[in-house]
């Protein structure tokens, strides 16, 4: 999937499939499941997203020395929860190796692993998550709708400061036994309604967090623009919305590892979400606007 047009070996024509370096400290390791969403009674399909989010990145243009290693596709295993171990295992090896990780999934199962990673590397994290929904269901077995739940139950089970910021909430898309968790959690969120709180909540966040996981759910966008996904969204964020929590959290310096989650190729038309998915991944590997 990493080939693209050359036009010369000349840095002026550089694009991101020329920029593959395995001595980059920047990590794009890619979680191919929809086992998670299935259990969530959602459409499966994600599993297919992180080769085609790759396909759709190598073309763009790079205008300086930015390099990435892609690490592997884990997809050979039988199970989630054989699923979540190797996941979990590499990103813990990656960041105790001083890397910074992006995480192509996937459905939102993909975020669990990685945020327990971080939690017993750092012991201390603040996850923010860019998701119409909060996916916090008290379910027993680990599912799409649950990451940020069972890693809240891990911290507290660990001892560990886990704090949750959900941005882009639908109101119409999550129960009030949902919200009811979320106050017991004593987690934050910004309805797509307020988006004006954006700089008062998300500020206050990053300045009582020393290190931030970053989660995007691309259903947090509205389905004119993200129509891929397993739960569309007739009433998200716009990308200019996110792009500004984006640069907010890039600038905090605070960002150790991210993902992009809940694409789904099969329900894209002429790849708008493919190319919107795409362009977020890029962002997020380089970690700042361009």
Not at 82 to 95: M, N
Not at 146 to 163: L, R, V
Request: glycine share 4%; hydrophobic share 40%; proline share 2%.
């Amino acid at each position: 999937m990493w080939q693209g047009r050359d036009d010369g070996k000349a840095k002026i024509h550089n694009r991101v499939f020329k920029c593959l370096n395995k001595n980059s400290k920047v990590k794009l390791l890619s979680f191919c499941t929809s086992l998670g969403v299935q259990r969530n009674k959602g459409r499966a399909g994600s599993e297919l997203a992180p080769n085609i989010i790759k396909e759709n990145m190598a073309n763009f243009a790079v205008f300086d020395d930015f390099s990435f290693d892609d690490v592997a596709n884990i997809d050979n295993f039988s199970s989630l929860e054989q699923g979540d171990e190797i996941l979990y295992k590499k990103c813990l090896a990656l960041l105790k190796d001083d890397n910074y990780c992006v995480i192509l999934g996937g459905g939102h199962e993909s975020s669990l692993a990685p945020i327990k990673a971080a939690l017993d590397y750092k012991k201390s994290i603040g996850v923010i998550n860019l998701d119409a929904h909060f996916d916090v269901r008290k379910q027993k077995l680990h599912s799409s709708g649950n990451s940020f739940y069972k890693a809240y139950e891990y911290a507290k089970s660990k001892n560990y400061e886990y704090n949750y910021l959900c941005i882009g909430v639908n109101k119409l898309s999550n129960t009030q036994a949902l919200f009811n968790t979320i106050k017991q959690m004593k987690a934050e969120y910004i309805l797509n309604t307020n988006m004006h709180e954006l700089d008062t909540k998300l500020k206050a966040f990053l300045e009582k967090n020393d290190f931030i996981y970053l989660s995007i759910d691309i259903d947090v966008f509205s389905l004119s623009i993200a129509p891929a996904v397993s739960a569309p969204n007739v009433f998200g964020i716009n990308l200019e919305q996110a792009l500004k929590a984006l640069d907010m959290i890039f600038k905090s310096k605070k960002l150790i590892m991210s993902d992009v989650c809940e694409f789904n190729p099969k329900y894209d038309i002429d790849k708008h979400t493919a190319k919107l998915a795409a362009f977020l991944a890029y962002l997020l590997l380089r970690k700042e606007i361009i």
